[in-house]
């Protein structure tokens, strides 16, 4: 299932005027590369499917669907997607947005 190949969870928010200058991308870069370090080959979050833009913004990291069902989202409905392949040095490009 979902947990042996992407057991760890991530999660991000951000506030409107942080959106779109590169904080989420170099947050979830960071957390990713932690992740690998620590062993995690991947990990997993769930959201509405109402929310295309959090989608498209997960796609661009990567992200794939692995499933959908029951949920708190507008629409009822949340997707589960999931990023495999972790990489350790993913957290050189948020260094250099001087997130950490």
Do not use: W
Not at 64 to 82: P, T
């Amino acid at each position: 299932g979902i947990l042996a190949r992407h057991p760890a969870h991530v999660h991000i928010d951000l506030l409107p005027a942080a959106r779109g200058k590169g904080h989420g991308r170099a947050l979830m870069r960071l957390q990713q590369a932690q992740l690998a370090r620590r062993g995690a080959p991947g990990v997993f979050l769930n959201m509405a499917a109402s929310n295309t833009g959090a989608r498209a913004f997960y796609e661009a990291l990567g992200f794939s669907e692995f499933a959908r069902g029951g949920g708190e989202g507008e629409d009822g409905d949340d997707v589960f997607i999931v990023r495999a392949g972790l990489q350790p040095g993913d957290e050189v490009a948020a260094r250099r947005l001087g997130v950490c």
